[in-house]
């Protein structure tokens, strides 16, 4: 395998784009797959496309597809819903697993939307359910004999920092918990071995690293020996053993086909699986290698040329994902400053700058001619004009 593998992606002329962690590129060949499935099936197959396309099958096969990429057997992962939906889906399935105990135990660096729905979940549950937040490096010492379930997302959106998911998992279950890891961050960016972990649930989505595009679908795993026996939640129609016998009552699918709710967005479903093409021949191990070769660099070229900026990034490799931030008094403006000279960052309240690092189609001489621009930015204030102040809905 060679990497970077530039030629597989639609990148803009003078763009260096260090934002794949919060949206992946286009990848080649999808406009024409979804081109494809736009006329030759859906605008030529109508209905029957349902059948004579297997429009129905794709959430399980494009789930094994990503499933390669974290490391779970095949039959253990599909797609489908968002990523808000599976947080509250595996998470309401965890706590059935553990009806004698109240608590789920996060940590204060988790994604809004995870303990968004977290507590959206115990409050309608009620009957004493509570969220339970510590400090991301307090998070072991909390695990103890009230938790239900452990819900972490093992890459910090904003810091990169990273949880050792096998020590975790096994503290949680040592304590009769139910682990939930959030791969947002860490599919396709990080080797993940979910099986080898034995984690009962994971979730992810695939509009990051692996650039499935805006609002693509999320995926779930469930750990194979307890797929035939978890309560899916969300009892939709196409989680049923049967859903076109239209029964009245829901009988849950076997296996991970359960853990499907509504239709597949099939569009969706089709970019997607045309994107993760260019993962084809990739070993994660090696991918994991050029991540730390690039992000290492970033961060010694930064701090040796940007010494106003404050690495908030964990400084062991080991112990982060495939992006980096630094925080800066004037991180907003300075960030708006960079991507009008070509350098797609993103920033995070209240002061951080966030770069993303995607091996597949990033190298070293991106990584120097970035700094460089950054460099040039903050040396000459180039950020301090209004136009770069002016807040935008999206950061």
């Not at 190298?363 to 102040?389: F, H, Q, S």
Request: proline share 6%.
């Amino acid at each position: 395998m060679t990497l970077p593998r530039k030629d597989l992606f639609h990148l803009p002329e003078g763009i260096i784009y260090l934002d794949g962690n919060s949206l992946g590129p286009l990848p080649k060949g999808v406009e024409a797959r979804v081109a494809e499935v736009i006329s030759a099936e859906w605008g030529s197959q109508l209905i029957k496309g349902w059948n004579q396309c297997g429009w129905m099958a794709q959430p399980s096969q494009v789930g094994d597809k990503v499933g390669r990429l974290i490391g779970a057997p095949a039959g253990s992962v599909v797609i489908g819903d968002t990523l808000s939906l599976k947080v509250f889906q595996a998470l309401c399935a965890g706590l059935n697993m553990r009806p004698e105990r109240k608590v789920i135990l996060s940590d204060t660096g988790n994604f809004p939307s995870d303990l968004y729905m977290a507590e959206g979940l115990a409050r309608l549950k009620g009957q004493g359910y509570a969220l339970k937040t510590v400090a991301p490096e307090d998070v072991t010492d909390a695990i103890d004999d009230t938790i239900a379930v452990v819900m972490l997302t093992q890459v910090d959106y904003r810091t990169g920092r990273m949880h050792d998911m096998n020590a975790v998992t096994k503290i949680a279950q040592d304590a009769g918990a139910v682990m939930l890891w959030d791969l947002a961050h860490s599919a396709g960016a990080v080797e993940v071995q979910i099986e080898a972990s034995s984690c009962e649930l994971a979730i992810g989505c695939t509009y990051k690293y692996l650039n499935g595009g805006p609002g693509a679908p999320a995926f779930i795993y469930v750990r194979p020996d307890l797929a035939d026996g978890i309560d899916p939640a969300l009892a939709g129609w196409l989680g049923h053993d049967s859903p076109f016998a239209f029964e009245p009552s829901y009988r849950p699918a076997p296996g991970i086909e359960r853990m499907r709710v509504g239709t597949p967005p099939v569009l969706q479903v089709a970019a997607l699986d045309a994107a993760l093409s260019v993962w084809d021949g990739v070993d994660m191990a090696d991918l994991r290698a050029a991540s730390i070769r690039l992000t290492e660099l970033f961060i010694a070229q930064v701090q040796a040329r940007c010494p106003a900026l404050t690495l908030n990034s964990p400084r062991d490799a080991t112990q982060r994902g495939s992006q980096v931030s630094f925080s800066y008094e004037n991180g907003y403006a300075a960030m708006q400053a960079l991507i009008a000279r070509g350098v797609i960052g993103d920033f995070r309240a209240p002061d951080v700058m966030r770069f993303g690092f995607t091996p597949l189609y990033l190298d070293e001489g991106d990584v120097v001619a970035a700094v460089g621009i950054l460099a040039d930015i903050l040396d000459n204030r180039l950020w301090d004009r209004p136009e770069y102040k002016t807040t935008s809905r999206v950061t």
